[in-house]
């Protein structure tokens, strides 16, 4: 047995005991495309018990627990497939029928997947198992295909705050990451620069939408112009011409705001993806580390250790050319900012012509006076958002180009 895993068991043949390993252990497995076992270092078999000659060739399926739903492996597949990493709790059969519990972060290798498990220990993983419970219940009461439990895992996933499979995996492997200390000393500042990056890229997006908000608030005030224009003689006409200007104005600058934060391509989305894919790279890159050093000097040239040194150096390859991508998305944003700023003078031309038009109507109590105030109230906002949006978007490139 390896001298670092220390397994304890309750009972030899128990089908309820659980297998628990140590939390410096790494489980490691590499796959090809289909998930048929090529390689397993020696945790894997003792922790799991089956030999080596079992495990090599072999489907994951032969230690799949009855009770994981089937919805984890239908997402965690779908993922996988997409060309997206894994990040899963998973319950393991053992070969006497005990089990044990990792967490699973899978990746893509040249020519498949490879699997790095450990013990997992945060607050996420006991409410992970309340959620996959109920779904199991769910699976046998309904009958539910894999894609259909599937789809109420990310449902439940949903109601218990993660936008997606992929946002609960982030916050999970953050959890996982924090509740030990494996961060590399040279490596520290670089995971303090990504929680400061994650930092003003929410605050971007808060400015985005306030800015939005803006937006929303004034929308009616062109159709309130044109009210008004349709009411006054004489003076009506410039201002149904001037509510026409704005509204093309505005809808000309919402369709650039939107250009900021299209969930589908937009630019904040993603420099949050940038960063949370490089952190994630860099997290899992450190956690394979963990697993190469553990192995010693004497698996030094075994072929393992060679394949975890690969995948640990293109994980970190990959890492750094996200966080490249932050910096040259965030050089992006002080020109949209730019174009928009260009825009709000736009509108303050016809805010002006306004209030010429309102001088002219003194006497009449028209609600011009009302709609201009409101107007000048959204053009200081958004002028100083776009400020400070573009200040940030600085910083984003000044940070992202020195990690
Ligand atoms: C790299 C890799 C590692 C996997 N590890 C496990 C595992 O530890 N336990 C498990 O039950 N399934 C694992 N799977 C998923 C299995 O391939 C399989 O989808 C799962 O056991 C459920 O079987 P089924 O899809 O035939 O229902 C892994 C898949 C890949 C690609």
Request: with cysteine; hydrophobic share 40%; net charge negative.
């Amino acid at each position: 047995m390896n001298a670092m895993t220390k397994i304890s068991s309750a009972s030899a043949d128990t089908k309820a005991t659980e297998v628990r390993f140590a939390k410096e252990n790494i489980i490691i497995s590499a796959t090809d495309p289909r998930g048929v076992i090529q390689f397993a270092n020696d945790t894997f078999v003792e922790v799991g018990g089956y030999s080596l000659d079992e495990l090599l060739n072999a489907p994951h399926k032969i230690m799949r627990h009855p009770e994981m739903p089937k919805g984890v492996f239908y997402l965690m597949w779908e993922h996988l497939k997409a060309g997206k990493p894994v990040c899963a709790y998973v319950k393991n059969k053992t070969k006497s029928g005990g089990y044990y519990w990792v967490f699973a972060v899978v990746t893509h290798t040249e020519n498949g997947y490879l699997s790095a498990r450990i013990r997992p220990s945060s607050e996420l993983f006991e409410a992970t198992k309340e959620i996959y419970a109920t779904l199991l219940e769910e699976e046998k009461g309904a009958g539910l295909t894999p894609e259909q439990s599937g789809a109420r895992l990310l449902e439940m996933l949903q109601e218990a705050g993660y936008s997606s499979f992929e946002d609960y995996g982030t916050k999970a492997l953050n959890n996982e990451f924090k509740s030990r200390d494996i961060i590399a000393p040279e490596l520290a500042n670089s995971f303090l620069l990504m929680d400061e990056l994650v930092d003003i890229i929410s605050d971007m997006q808060n400015l985005v939408n306030s800015i939005e908000q803006g937006f929303e608030r004034v929308r009616g005030e062109p159709v309130n112009l044109r009210i008004l224009a349709g009411r006054l003689e004489g003076a009506g006409a410039a201002l149904g011409t001037i509510s026409q200007n704005y509204d093309a104005m505005a809808k000309e600058m919402h369709g650039l705001v939107g250009r900021l934060h299209d969930p589908e391509n937009g630019s904040l989305v993603q420099m949050f993806d940038a960063v949370s894919q490089g952190r994630w790279a860099m997290q899992i890159a450190q956690i394979l580390n963990e697993a190469h050093a553990q192995g010693g000097p004497d698996t030094a040239e075994d072929e393992g250790a060679a394949l975890l040194k690969e995948h640990n150096e293109r994980l970190q390859q990959s890492s750094r050319s996200r966080l490249i991508e932050i910096s040259s998305i965030g050089k992006s944003i002080p020109d949209i900012c730019r174009s928009l700023r260009r825009r709000i003078n736009g509108l303050d031309v016809v805010k002006l012509l306004c209030k010429v038009e309102s001088g002219r109507m003194r006497d009449v109590d028209s609600g011009l006076d009302g709609i201009i105030a409101r107007l000048e109230n959204f053009h200081d906002n958004t002028d100083r958002h776009l400020a400070d949006l573009s200040a940030k978007a600085s910083q984003v490139t000044q940070k992202g180009s020195s990690l």
